[in-house]
Every structure is written in C-alpha cells, then in structure tokens.
C-alpha cells in the first residue's frame, strides 16, 4: 500500500503523467476487478494539463490519482451504481466532492466496483461481478464500497472515496485492512451521490493510514447550499504528524466507552480479542474505560432495514429507463416499465424495493415505518446518553473477518453482519474503522465512534491505534 505523500513524492520526481500512467498499468494488470470503469484518457489529459501548468498545481493532492465509488457523479465518465439499469449513463455535472478534489489537483483514475445500488455487505451483487480480497482473492472485501478499499489495499492507488449508508465504507475497510471513515451526517454533501436512502447515507474517505484520511476528509468536507442536509461547521482536523506521520498520538485522559451489546452473540473471539487487544494498548498509554449500556442497539438492526428499504423504494422509482440507462424495444408504457426494471435491477434491488414498498403501503406505513423511526430517535438517545460519561465509543467494526466469495448466500446472514455499524448511521454520529490484528492473514477492524462533528477526536484516537 501507498500513501498520499509517496505519490506526491513520485510526482515530483517525474511527472503527474507518467504518476497516472503507473496507476493505469497497475489497474491493468489487477486480479481482484476493483474497477468498473478507468478513466484513462480523462487522467492522463488531466495529468498532462498539471503538468503544462495548464491546470491547479499546488494543490494538497497535485497530480494524486484518486479512486471514486461507481455511484458518485463525474462529469464525462461513467457512473453505474454496479447496476444494469445504468449501464452507459455518463451523468453532466460533477458531484460536490468531485469538484473539491479537483480545486486540489486530484486526478479521477476511475469509478470503483460496489454493490448494486449500494445494496450489500459484500460487493458480490455487482453486475459487473465481484470483487475480490486482496489479502485474500476467495474472500470478499466487503461492501458495499469494496472495490473502493480493495483498489487501496492492492496498492493500485493511495485514496478512494465510499459512500457508507450502514457501514459500506467501515466494512470494507475492516476486511480490507485500511483505514474509511463515516462522517458526521451533514458534514460531506451529498449533492451527487446517487441517493439509496437519503437520512442515513454519507460519502466518506479510504486510505492506507489515518493522517491520509484526515487529509482527504478535511478537503471533501464543508457545507454545500446545493444539499439540504449539508451542515455549516468547521471541518478542521488536527491530529498530529504530517506527509503520513502520526507522531505520537497523546491519548493521555481519554475516556472510552465499551459497548457491552457491540461484544455480544455472534462476534468472533478472534475479533473480539483483537479489538480489546487494541483497547488495552491505549489503557496503556493513558486513556481510560468502562463499559457503557446502550439498550436499544438490538433493535438497531432491524429498525435500520426498514428505514433503508422504504427510502429505496422511493429513490429507486425514478430509474424508468425513459431517460437515461438501460433501454428496450417500445410497447406500451407500463409494459415498457415493467420490463426494464425487471431486466436492469439486480435480485437484491428488487428485494429491498419490494420490502421498502411493504413497509410504506397503507395498512403498514404506521406498523413499521413509523415504529422504525422511533427506534431510530431510541437507538440516538442511546448515544447521547453513553457520551455524557465518556469521550468516545470503541467497537469491533464487523463481527467476523471477510468471508468467502459466495459462502453467504442467504441475504439475512449479510443483513446480520450490519450489526455493529448501522446503529452509527441511524444516529448519524462518525465512525473510522482502523486495522487491530489480523486472522488467518485476513485484516481485524476496530470502530471508534464519536460525537456530532467530532472526526478530529476519533481520527487522532485512530491514529494513536495505528502508531502503536
């Protein structure tokens, strides 16, 4: 794995081209279909503009390819969602955090592969195929921003970003070894991410180490008037060391709460060792525990699906095939409809459409949905509770290691590995997933939870994790 400061180094000891032509022939020879599109003519003419001068170059990531998750809007390159239904769609505009990185200098090398729609823990519902880990090829890296943290983990380039609507940056970051970070809900935009369900998803950084993803977020971040959702803060991140240095991270005083509910019925011993292993290095180096109750959490999980399915369902209407993407022969409308939907959505789509338009239909709208919603104003009373006592929230971030390709089929045992990141995302609280260990030479992720707005905090803890 590379870091951004090993890039900038490269670049300017030869060139933002021949940078992005090391990138592409990397990308070329790789085993684990971590891209769906690459983007070669794009970068290197960027590239080439960089280096004429042509274009920005002082930026913090001058001449830094960078990987983006199939479902985040680029101008001229073509964005899928892993799915059928949009396969050819090359959106107009770039999204907001697109135009960031540009203002930086960054260079789009490509869009990732990922779950269909975001829809997955895996990235095996792709239906450009999966892709795989790797540490190791027959196992999965994770979704559903999988090729995202593969392409990293491969080395094929030293940042990407995700987007994580219930742990899809965490999840493969943890199978993956590297370090992805959830923001604060309203502190990235969202204006072009292709929305699956717009209260709980944010787009988030992937790196090989945390500094570069304290970098990355502090550039994506920031209030956007084109997003409702987007929160005017500060984004200020300060945790120490530069250039891929974390120093040492004094954690002298902090006070970390253990979830009791985040160790229970199903986590691997070997996970759970490995995290508490982690937890005891930094009781090592001064911070402090306890363990906290958060009663709620055990009915996160299912509060989370509902609320995810029913805003699918209502996002997922659009794609008609009338407009853009997949295309048939013409009969009447609703046969035309009918028939694109069912050839252009993967299995899994269809599953949470139909489930998400269950559970908003008359008749059960107030049985589910609405039931839903005040488990989720439960599940954030939780957490606010829990960081009345203590300074952050340490966790296992996936309960097993990565499995492999094809070994969980039943959709359930998918939803069920969800467990320890969805409740994040329903409060809308950060979350960065670090390396702690490792098992059978397959990466072990630690969880560390923060308050609102609070990335500098659990990114300087991360990074504390990770120099020891």
Same mark, same amino acid.
């Given at each position: 794995?590379?870091?951004?400061?090993?890039?900038?180094?490269?670049?300017?000891?030869?060139?933002?081209?021949?940078?992005?032509?090391?990138?592409?022939?990397?990308?070329?020879?790789?085993?684990?279909?971590?891209?769906?599109?690459?983007?070669?003519?794009?970068?290197?003419?960027?590239?080439?503009?960089?280096?004429?001068?042509?274009?920005?170059?002082?930026?913090?990531?001058?001449?830094?390819?960078?990987?983006?998750?199939?479902?985040?809007?680029?101008?001229?390159?073509?964005?899928?969602?892993?799915?059928?239904? !949009?396969?050819?769609?090359?959106?107009?505009?770039?999204?907001?955090?697109?135009?960031?990185?540009?203002?930086?200098?960054?260079?789009?090398?490509?869009?990732?592969?990922?779950?269909?729609?975001?829809?997955?823990? $895996?990235?095996?519902?792709?239906?450009?195929?999966?892709?795989?880990?790797?540490?190791?090829?027959?196992?999965?890296?994770?979704?559903?921003?999988?090729?995202?943290?593969?392409?990293?983990?491969?080395?094929?380039?030293?940042?990407?970003?995700?987007?994580?609507?219930?742990?899809?940056?965490?999840?493969?970051?943890?199978?993956?070894?590297?370090?992805?970070?959830?923001?604060?809900?309203?502190?990235?935009?969202?204006?072009? !991410?292709?929305? #699956?369900?717009?209260?709980?998803?944010?787009?988030?950084?992937?790196?090989?180490?945390?500094?570069?993803?304290?970098? !990355?977020?502090?550039?994506?971040?920031?209030?956007?008037?084109?997003?409702?959702?987007?929160?005017?803060?500060?984004?200020?991140?300060?945790?120490?060391?530069?250039?891929?240095?974390?120093?040492?991270?004094?954690?002298?005083?902090?006070?970390?709460?253990?979830?009791?509910?985040?160790?229970?019925?199903?986590?691997?011993?070997?996970?759970?060792?490995?995290?508490?292993?982690?937890?005891?290095?930094?009781?090592?180096?001064?911070?402090?525990?306890?363990?906290?109750?958060?009663?709620?959490?055990?009915?996160?999980?299912?509060? #989370?699906?509902?609320?995810?399915?029913?805003?699918?369902?209502?996002?997922?209407?659009?794609?008609?095939?009338?407009?853009?993407?997949?295309?048939?022969?013409?009969?009447?409308?609703?046969?035309?409809? $009918?028939?694109?939907?069912?050839?252009?959505?993967?299995?899994?789509?269809?599953?949470?459409?139909?489930?998400?338009? #269950?559970?908003? $239909?008359?008749? #059960?709208?107030?049985?589910?949905?609405?039931?839903?919603?005040?488990?989720?104003?439960?599940?954030?009373?939780?957490?606010? $509770?829990?960081?009345?006592?203590?300074?952050?929230?340490?966790?296992?971030?996936?309960?097993?290691?990565?499995?492999?390709?094809?070994?969980?089929?039943?959709?359930?045992?998918?939803?069920?590995?969800?467990?320890?990141?969805?409740?994040?995302?329903?409060?809308?609280?950060?979350?960065?997933?670090?390396?702690?260990?490792?098992?059978?030479?397959?990466?072990?992720?630690?969880?560390?939870?923060?308050?609102?707005?609070?990335?500098?905090?659990?990114?300087?803890?991360?990074?504390?994790?990770?120099?020891?």
């Amino acid at each position: 794995m590379m870091s951004i400061a090993d890039v900038l180094r490269r670049v300017e000891d030869s060139s933002a081209e021949d940078v992005a032509f090391e990138h592409l022939e990397q990308i070329r020879k790789s085993k684990f279909n971590t891209f769906i599109t690459v983007a070669e003519d794009q970068s290197l003419t960027r590239a080439c503009l960089i280096d004429s001068g042509d274009l920005k170059s002082d930026g913090r990531l001058s001449g830094v390819p960078i990987a983006i998750k199939d479902n985040i809007s680029t101008n001229g390159i073509r964005t899928t969602c892993a799915s059928h239904i !949009l396969d050819g769609y090359i959106p107009p505009y770039d999204a907001t955090v697109i135009e960031r990185l540009y203002n930086e200098g960054a260079i789009i090398i490509g869009k990732t592969n990922m779950d269909e729609f975001a829809m997955g823990t $895996s990235t095996e519902s792709s239906y450009f195929g999966p892709t795989r880990n790797p540490h190791n090829p027959d196992c999965v890296p994770g979704g559903s921003s999988g090729g995202s943290a593969a392409t990293v983990a491969a080395g094929e380039v030293a940042i990407s970003l995700g987007s994580d609507t219930g742990g899809s940056v965490r999840c493969p970051a943890s199978f993956c070894g590297v370090v992805g970070l959830k923001p604060t809900y309203g502190a990235v935009s969202r204006y072009g !991410l292709i929305s #699956y369900a717009n209260s709980l998803e944010q787009i988030g950084p992937i790196a090989s180490n945390v500094w570069d993803v304290a970098l !990355l977020y502090s550039i994506i971040a920031g209030h956007d008037p084109r997003d409702s959702t987007s929160v005017d803060t500060s984004t200020t991140i300060d945790i120490g060391g530069n250039n891929g240095n974390n120093g040492n991270q004094d954690v002298a005083g902090l006070k970390i709460g253990i979830p009791a509910q985040y160790f229970g019925e199903g986590v691997d011993p070997v996970v759970e060792k490995a995290v508490w292993g982690g937890i005891h290095r930094l009781e090592d180096a001064g911070a402090t525990y306890t363990e906290i109750d958060m009663p709620h959490t055990e009915y996160a999980l299912a509060a #989370y699906y509902i609320i995810a399915m029913s805003e699918a369902s209502s996002n997922l209407a659009r794609f008609d095939g009338m407009r853009y993407g997949l295309r048939i022969d013409d009969t009447d409308w609703i046969t035309t409809l $009918s028939e694109i939907r069912a050839l252009g959505f993967g299995e899994e789509v269809k599953r949470r459409i139909i489930l998400g338009t #269950y559970s908003l $239909s008359a008749g #059960y709208h107030d049985k589910y949905y609405l039931k839903a919603l005040k488990v989720r104003t439960l599940v954030k009373q939780d957490f606010d $509770s829990a960081f009345g006592s203590v300074d952050v929230l340490i966790a296992p971030t996936m309960p097993i290691p990565a499995f492999r390709i094809g070994e969980l089929v039943d959709p359930l045992s998918q939803y069920l590995a969800d467990v320890n990141t969805v409740p994040v995302n329903l409060a809308g609280v950060p979350s960065v997933s670090v390396p702690c260990g490792s098992t059978r030479g397959l990466p072990i992720g630690m969880q560390i939870i923060g308050r609102f707005f609070d990335e500098s905090r659990i990114l300087g803890v991360a990074a504390a994790v990770e120099a020891e």
